[in-house]
């Protein structure tokens, strides 16, 4: 995934996540500095309403997004829609 901006959306495939099982994606952002904090929301999308995403590691330039599809037993077939933030802040 390529953006830019502090804020926006970010739509994933519409593939099969399997039950307790998670993925990861980078998401190159030129407005992300290493110290900044990344906000997200699943906006739509997952079939189950069990997925969820986290920021796993920050970077200049870039962010990592896990989704995990914490349901027991059922597949995730939906395509996520992520509402994301950066939160700029300086690193001590």
Known sequence: VVCTGMSGAI???ATSL?????VAFTV????VAIGDVIILSVR???TGLKTIATVT???AGSFQINLFNTDASVADTGAAIINFAVIKAVSA
């Open 11 to 13: 739509t994933t495939q």
């Open 18 to 22: 399997a039950a307790q099982t998670s």
């Open 28 to 31: 190159t952002n030129t407005s």
């Open 44 to 46: 739509s999308g997952p």
């Open 57 to 59: 590691t920050v970077a």
